[in-house]
């Protein structure tokens, strides 16, 4: 019975971390569409990183100072700069740059290269050693299938069309906005927003382990966001107008994404780094460009196409392979999930072995195999046949 609701709860804990997922992603997409269009009107990039991060600190101070208020006091020199590497290179660069590249594009062309961040941290994190790319194994053959799968998956969206065809009747207003003429320009910035993302998650990695406090870590770097991106905005346009608020949809967007898609969000991705690894939430972004392309077909009445559709079945089946490579890969190491700050339960037979490779980079924890030391069992006695006979003639 013990047994049964032990593997109940690490299921439980599993779904969770999906879910998490998920909702990050339907999260992304109420982002995108909101974004595009505001941008598409001349909101300043950095006017809308700077008061998007301003309610984010707002929204998650009350859970860090109720909850983690002892860990304010443990943050050092060293931990603050990696926060301030994660605001930089996870906000003010990938975000700002994502920003500029959907504002000189589309929303389902943007979303597009959010699909690459996957294959680019994955690549980031084996050079690091991170991942370990196993091509010898089975499993290390599916992941690296499985990441391929979704290249391969929004290529085809982005370069095959085939026929159209619509879902919506309003597909005679969908001039709500369009993209820039300067494609190239917007491409530029959204290959460097994915590599960006790329490193975000991999400095994530590294700071889950040493501050493993994730209202805490997102109310410091919403804030030190928030002054990172009101300097870069005053250096960029001074001018009032580009900074100015009014009741309409650009005050909407501000309070959702600083809510939902900023504190909600982080949290939801830096408890998930430090549960899977850093690799895992990066896979889930090809699910918003399939959210981002319905959306926009039934709201908007943008247009679906067969190369669209033929990209989503792609990326559908290289995510799940993916994932489930990575799962199968940590339930044969062995590992307790990655940045877990609780011991691990002592064995039922009170024996407790001293693992080896104890001193190992804080990077590299995750691809670690912990081999217990063996004992040596001295063998019985053999006792010799005239032994024996003498116990016998003595009875």
Known sequence: MVMKMEKIKKKLNGSNVLIGMLTVQVIATGLQLLSKVILSHGTFVFALTTYRHVVATLCIAPFALLWERESLKKVTWSIFFWLFMIALTGIIMAMGLFYYGLKDTTATY??????LIPIVTFIFSTVLGMEKLRLKTKIGKIKLLGAMLCLAG???????????FYISHNHKHQN???????????????????????CWFLIQAKVSKVFPYKYSATFIVSMIATVQGAIVGVCIDRRKASWKLGLNLQLI?????GALATAATFCFISWTVTKKGPTYPSMFNPLALIFVTIAEAVLLGQEMSIGSLLGMFLIIVGLYSFLRAKTQELTQIGLPNPGDAEAPPPPENGIITRPK??????LARENARFLPTPVEVAPAPIEKQEDKDEEKQSI
């Not at 943007?110 to 699909?115: R, S, W």
């Not at 290529?155 to 159209?164: A, C, D, E, N, S």
């Not at 820039?180 to 959204?190: D, H, M, P």
């Not at 967007?253 to 994404?257: L, N």
Request: aromatic share 12%.
């Open 110 to 115: 943007a979303t597009n290269f959010l699909n």
């Open 154 to 164: 929004a290529l085809t969206i982005t370069l095959y069309k085939g026929k159209v």
């Open 176 to 198: 709500i906005s369009k993209a820039n003429e300067n494609v190239v320009r917007g491409t530029i910035f959204l290959m460097c927003s994915c590599m960006s993302y790329a």
């Open 253 to 257: 967007t501000i309070f959702y994404s």
């Open 357 to 362: 490779n104890m001193e190992l980079p804080i």
